[in-house]
């Protein structure tokens, strides 16, 4: 991986579509990864799952988070704690999100 900079402004970092009304900025080093996510109201996070250990937090709006099984309304300044190989979905709400996750290792279809 190359050098990174110390300093990144995310405005600058191009976005990129993950779901409709979601898409995605991605910071990376070769060990942990920084994702911003900005959602659109009603936007939908389909159930997945992935190998990366998943941490965030909520930076706006509100979301209906479930993870494993386990229902829980997100709301700004929230974090959240996914490990790998766990079924999570979210559903936004009428004014949209934004969330930071952090994952290890990054996540290759993300790079």
Excluded: K
């Excluded at 993870?67 to 929230?78: C, P, Q």
Aim: avoid cysteine; hydrophobic fraction near 40%; charge should be negative.
């Amino acid at each position: 991986m190359a050098t990174l900079p110390n300093f990144v402004d995310w405005d600058a970092i191009p976005a990129r579509p993950l779901f409709p009304g979601v898409s995605i900025r991605v910071f990376s080093s070769a060990q942990v990864m920084l994702s911003l996510v900005d959602m659109a109201p009603g936007a939908v996070i389909p159930s997945h799952q992935h190998p990366h250990e998943q941490l965030g937090i909520w930076l706006r709006g509100e979301a209906a988070a479930v993870v494993r099984g386990t229902r829980h309304t997100l709301h700004a300044s929230e974090s959240y704690y996914i490990p790998g190989d766990t079924p999570h979905s979210f559903t936004i709400g009428t004014e949209g999100a934004q969330a930071l996750d952090v994952f290890n290792p990054p996540r290759e279809d993300y790079l």
